[in-house]
């Protein structure tokens, strides 16, 4: 199960810098992992999670394997991308494919980096690939009512439902906000998850600051944190400088030069977890001799799902999940003290995956 997040930005703030740093970072990390470059854009990075390397210590395991995210690096944007302008068309493609969007905003001065609108204004600059997408959505709307029509007065349901669910969405864009403002009932979520319009996409606004703002962020970056907060999204600062040289160090030394900046993390890090919490992702666990893994579930995922993110057969013939708690798993110092103490549980069919379980499947071939 891929899950994938956009990296969108205007010309000239440190998109294709975040990016490279990132891919740079997940080509060093350890052998057992298996990043690959899907196409020049394209990087598979891990999930940072503590829990597994601890899960792995007590299973004596051979191998850990961590979660996985994708991040795209997304053509540059510039006005009129909804009517094709410069890559606009390639842009909106892209997003498309992508299940969230991480937004990098120029939050640091310098007059040798020149602003494709000659200031420097994170909000201003999100409101403008905003527009670009919500005109797009409006342009794609229009063009689906109307091939909605015949079906609609010979009375498909089914065209009926999108019919009023665009109109829904059409109308908020006209109000100058995202689709994703739609307050969508759960009978008609599928639907509209299939209208794939790009508004609904989750954003995360990245802020990059200079190297000395990058542990308290600044004045932009501020602005960045309350328009999100206003718009239920996220963000996170980053100095993209700081994170092109981490991705160049040993893991040691990268440490003791976050230390030396006051960081605790690299900012790539809390990036890739605050897309997988955007995209409402969970982890649980399998621990044993011959690896310690990191699976990523969507939250509210039922266990024969959970197991068919591991393999179909696991979902089709499921019987139960022997289910422990990460923190009793820990206490009890793995699967064997654990059942001991009475803290494994048979969990069938109804039971929703927690975050953190240690789960071992059992099923029929």
Request: with cysteine; proline share 3%; hydrophobic share 45%.
């Amino acid at each position: 199960m891929g899950f994938k997040t956009g990296i969108v930005g205007l010309p000239n703030v440190g998109k294709s810098t975040l990016f490279n740093a990132l891919t740079r970072t997940a080509a060093a990390q350890a052998a057992n992992f298996p990043f690959c470059t899907i196409e020049p854009n394209v990087g598979e990075v891990s999930v940072p999670d503590a829990r597994l390397e601890t899960l792995a210590r007590i299973a004596n395991s051979a191998n850990v394997i961590p979660a996985r995210m994708t991040f795209v690096d997304i053509a540059g944007l510039v006005k009129g991308a909804s009517k094709g302008e410069g890559l606009g068309n390639q842009f909106l493609a892209n997003i498309r494919e992508v299940d969230a969007i991480a937004h990098v905003l120029r939050c640091f001065e310098d007059a040798d980096v020149t602003h494709v609108d000659g200031r420097v204004d994170p909000v201003a600059d999100a409101e403008t690939i905003e527009t670009e997408l919500m005109l797009a959505d409006l342009e794609s709307i229009e063009k689906r009512l109307q091939g909605l029509v015949r079906k609609v007065r010979g009375g498909d349901k089914e065209a009926v439902q999108q019919e009023r669910l665009l109109k829904a969405a059409a109308a908020v864009l006209e109000d100058g906000k995202p689709a994703r403002t739609v307050d969508v009932a759960a009978e008609d979520a599928r639907a509209w998850a299939g209208l794939q319009l790009l508004t609904t996409k989750p954003v995360l606004y990245v802020c990059n600051v200079d190297e000395a703002e990058a542990a308290a962020g600044n004045a932009h970056s501020a602005r960045v944190a309350e328009m999100a907060a206003e718009q239920g999204a996220a963000s996170v600062v980053i100095s993209a400088k700081i994170e092109e040289e981490i991705s160049q160090l040993e893991p040691d030394e990268a440490a003791m030069f976050l230390e030396e900046l006051g960081l605790a993390e690299a900012g790539l890090d809390r990036m890739i977890r605050a897309g997988y919490a955007l995209l409402h992702l969970q982890t649980y666990f399998t621990a044993g001799p011959k690896e310690a893994r990191a699976w990523t579930i969507p939250a509210g995922t039922l266990a024969p799902q959970a197991a068919g993110v591991i393999h179909g057969d696991f979902e089709r013939g499921f019987i139960r999940a022997e289910t422990i708690g990460y923190e009793d798993y820990v206490a009890h110092d793995g699967e064997q003290g654990a059942k001991e103490a009475g803290k494994m549980r048979a969990e069938g069919k109804g039971y929703t995956v927690k975050d953190g379980d240690v789960l071992h499947f059992l099923f029929n071939t």
